[in-house]
């Protein structure tokens, strides 16, 4: 899976981006509105760069890396997700779709770019009937990034497992095929 847009190419991350994802992921400014919890062991990325290649192989789906066409630069990741394991808002069984990128590339539209190339391959490729998106309440560049991707924006919720209120967002295909 492979996805190419003006700026960027969206590809499978692989174990090559591991300190990329270190870097990304030990970042205390991109884990703001993550929890506040950065990483501190390359392991730990190794293990996410893991489990999200066994999410490609059993769901179809994952987080992908973000590449900077002209630079050919990691600049982060973005995506889809089945949270099969996992219940947000009393949903459990659905697709989100996030994006998590270095701060050095933020504010240059590539988090909207490229969640706009993922939204597509999720209602035109894959076919899904609806993208979810969640974010912390206070996350005002997601929430901007969300709306601007076409995502409705539905409700707050508690989310008692992070203790913290996150934002629930929705489009389905038919509201998607009317925007694009
Ligand atoms: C969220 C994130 C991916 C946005 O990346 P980005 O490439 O800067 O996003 P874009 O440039 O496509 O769009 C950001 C929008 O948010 C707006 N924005 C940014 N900071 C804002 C703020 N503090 N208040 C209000 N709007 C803000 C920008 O103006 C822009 O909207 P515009 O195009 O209408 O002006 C990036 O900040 C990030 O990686 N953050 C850390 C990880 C994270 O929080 N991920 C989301 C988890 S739900």
Redesign the pocket.
């Given at each position: 899976m492979i996805l190419e847009t003006d700026r960027l190419i969206v590809r499978p991350l692989n174990e090559t981006d591991l300190n990329d994802m270190f870097a990304l992921d030990s970042n205390p400014?991109?884990?703001?509105?993550?929890g506040n919890k950065p990483i501190t062991h390359k392991q730990e990325a190794l293990n996410y760069i893991k489990s999200t290649i066994k999410q490609y192989n059993t769901t179809g789906v994952g987080r992908w890396a973000v590449i900077e066409k002209e630079t050919k630069s990691f600049i982060?990741w973005?995506g889809l997700r089945l949270y099969n394991d996992m219940t947000f808002n009393n949903k459990t069984n659905f697709y989100d779709i996030?994006?998590?990128?270095?701060?050095k590339?933020?504010?240059?539209?590539?988090?909207?770019?490229s969640?706009k190339a993922c939204l597509n391959y999720a209602f035109s490729t894959l076919n899904l009937n609806t993208i979810y998106?969640?974010?912390?309440k206070e996350?005002?560049?997601?929430?901007?990034?969300?709306l601007?991707i076409g995502l409705n924006y539905i409700e707050d919720f508690y989310h008692d497992a992070e203790q913290m209120t996150l934002r629930w967002y929705a489009l389905n295909k038919t509201e998607y095929q009317n925007i694009s």
């Open positions: 400014k991109v884990h703001q509105y993550l982060g973005c996030g994006y998590r990128l270095l701060p590339y933020w504010g240059k539209g590539y988090a909207t770019e969640a998106g969640i974010t912390e996350n005002a560049a997601s929430h901007a990034v969300l601007k």
